[in-house]
């Protein structure tokens, strides 16, 4: 008897010092991650970027011989948060585009897209042969992929900030972005599988690719015909109980059922949240705002602020900047910027002569990988070849500069393109 008690004792002590070391992780993180957002807004800079730039200080502390937050970037607790947190985001992300803006945004922005995703890919296959020949066609493979990525979220807060949200290449640009997303996940979604059926000792055919590729489709096609079918009386039904935060609860339940469901069926869970979010639209849950709730977007808001700084501070917090001192890690992160930059700007020819759009400001628009880069990266770190990570520390270092350097470069370069073509515009 005595044993028992003591032994439940114990486990509740473990259970204890478990929560009280997660929640010591959280505040940490999301100190962190506001203090850098305060300061890059103070900069004008997008506040993902201090976020990240914060996680990568915290992370090399150690460096300088404070060691006391090295061990965060590996806490498991605070990496099951910042999983959450990459769905939440995007969710979110989703839920500011709908079905049928991805329909109407025209052939100009689907071009776009498809350059902007097609170009970059091969840019980054190709750094991925020169400069890491021993990472496999995998990992030249995941380096596209990760260049193939658009931050949306980033474009859209800064052409909102410069009062240019409503002009011919903000459309072209959000809606490429959208397109550019769904394409760069079904790429994603094709490499993983290839990368995770090599890790199992297996080769992939171009069949299975093609059966990747089919389920992928099938997935956001089945989910977004079905989902706009289904959601609305889902949520009528849902706005007829009478507890608090019906909305909310049922929004974050669709969005998880269709993250799991992708996992189900072999796609990445991102995939799901993301069209769970597409799916989603004001119309779905009028009920619910006759009722005085706010919009599902703004219910989500709160949450995505406490959950996805976490993702951010952590992915910086996971680049080794002892990375740095390796010129070849040096030579990498140039030649990813390189490919970056140019691959982005490459898609802007996509925009059809009989549209008035800017070429150039379009592929500007595209330049940021933010988030969605950090995204695509984390997953390659999850995956190994024959016990090795298909994507190493020094390699994720390099993007993370990449993404790092895209994003601060592109709130300029639009403000600059844009002064010039009011002047061009003003020249009799």
């Not at 009062?163 to 809606?175: D, F, M, P």
């Not at 993983?192 to 055919?205: C, F, N, P």
């Not at 006759?290 to 219910?299: A, D, F, M, P, S």
Request: net charge neutral; with cysteine; charged share 15%.
């Amino acid at each position: 008897m005595l044993t028992q008690a003591s032994e439940a004792a114990s486990a509740a002590g473990s259970h204890g010092d478990a929560i009280a070391s997660l929640v010591l992780a959280l505040a940490i993180s999301l100190l962190a991650a506001k203090i850098g957002g305060d300061l890059a807004s103070r900069l004008r800079q997008p506040e993902v970027l201090g976020e990240l730039i914060f996680g990568v200080l915290l992370g090399n502390l150690n460096l300088i011989g404070v060691t006391a937050f090295h061990h965060l970037k590996t806490h498991e607790g605070l990496d099951l948060f910042a999983q959450v947190g990459v769905l939440i985001l995007l969710f979110a992300v989703g839920l500011e585009s709908t079905v049928r803006q991805m329909l109407n945004v025209g052939i100009s922005a689907l071009l776009v897209a498809i350059l902007g995703v097609a170009v970059p890919f091969a840019l980054g296959w190709g750094v991925g042969v020169l400069f890491l020949p021993e990472g496999g066609q995998y990992g030249h493979a995941f380096l596209g992929a990760t260049l193939s990525a658009t931050s949306v979220g980033i474009t859209a807060r800064v052409l909102k900030d410069l009062e240019k949200s409503k002009t011919q290449e903000a459309r072209l640009i959000l809606g490429a972005a959208v397109i550019d997303d769904v394409l760069g996940l079904v790429v994603l979604t094709v490499v993983a599988g290839a990368a995770s059926g090599a890790g199992q000792g297996t080769s992939i055919s171009p069949g299975q690719i093609g059966i990747v590729v089919g389920k992928a489709a099938a997935f956001l096609a089945g989910s977004l015909t079905l989902g706009v079918f289904l959601s609305p009386r889902l949520f009528a039904l849902a706005s007829r109980l009478h507890a608090r935060g019906v909305l909310l609860a049922v929004g974050l339940a669709f969005c998880f059922v269709l993250s799991w469901l992708a996992h189900v069926i072999g796609l990445s869970p991102i995939v799901g949240a993301f069209a769970a979010g597409l799916i989603l639209e004001d119309l779905h849950y009028r009920e619910f705002v006759k009722q005085g709730e706010q919009t599902l977007e703004e219910l989500v808001r709160p949450i995505a602020s406490f959950l996805v700084p976490v993702f951010f501070v952590i992915m910086g917090m996971r680049a080794d900047l002892r990375a740095l001192a390796d010129l070849n890690v040096l030579a990498l992160s140039g030649a990813l910027l390189v490919a970056a930059v140019l691959g982005k700007l490459i898609c802007g020819m996509g925009v059809l002569g009989r549209s008035r759009a800017d070429r150039l400001m379009v592929g500007i628009g595209m330049l940021p990988r933010g988030e969605v880069g950090l995204i695509f990266a984390s997953v390659g770190m999850t995956l190994e070849i024959a016990g090795r990570p298909l994507i190493s520390h020094a390699v994720y270092s390099a993007i993370v500069i990449m993404v790092i350097v895209t994003t601060m470069v592109t709130p300029p370069a639009l403000k600059w393109r844009l002064g010039r073509m009011n002047g061009e515009e003003a020249r009799p």
